[in-house]
């Protein structure tokens, strides 16, 4: 079992910053292929950045890509999303998504991951 749990949510205005995190563990950390997914109320939940077990390969949705960065730091089991230029429809929460493998691949599909964390609410205001 893999145990996921984000963190660093919160409130942010219109055009600024948040760093949200994901700790996994019960696994070796540089196994899992890690990803965003995020949930507005009404709306379906949606791809937002992944990145490979060796932070080798990224991916970003269409709607974050440029102003979003995803990094990991395996020496402390650590992923992290960057959020930049932040607007009202990033307000959702997040939720960190984990996949055991040894592909060096980054996974865009809900259905690639096995554990996914709680979520942790983000909100944008104006």
């Known amino acids: 079992q893999v145990q996921v749990v984000e963190s660093g949510g919160g409130l942010v205005q219109t055009g600024g910053s948040l760093k949200v995190s994901c700790q996994a563990s019960?696994?070796?950390?540089?196994?899992?292929?890690m990803g965003w997914f995020r949930q507005a109320p009404g709306k379906e939940r949606e791809f937002v950045a992944a990145?490979?077990?060796?932070?080798?390969?990224?991916a970003y949705g269409d709607s974050v890509n440029g102003r979003f960065t995803i990094s990991r730091d395996n020496a402390v089991n650590m992923m992290y999303l960057q959020m930049n230029s932040m607007k009202s429809d990033d307000t959702a929460v997040y939720y960190c998504?984990?996949?055991?493998?040894?592909?060096?691949?980054?996974?865009?599909?809900?259905?690639?991951?096995?554990?996914w964390g709680p979520g942790t609410q983000v909100t944008v205001s104006s």
């Open positions: 019960g696994r070796t950390f540089s196994q899992l292929a």
């Open positions: 998504a984990v996949k055991w493998t040894l592909n060096s691949s980054a996974y865009n599909t809900r259905g690639d991951y096995h554990y």
């Open positions: 990145i490979s077990r060796n932070g080798g390969s990224t």
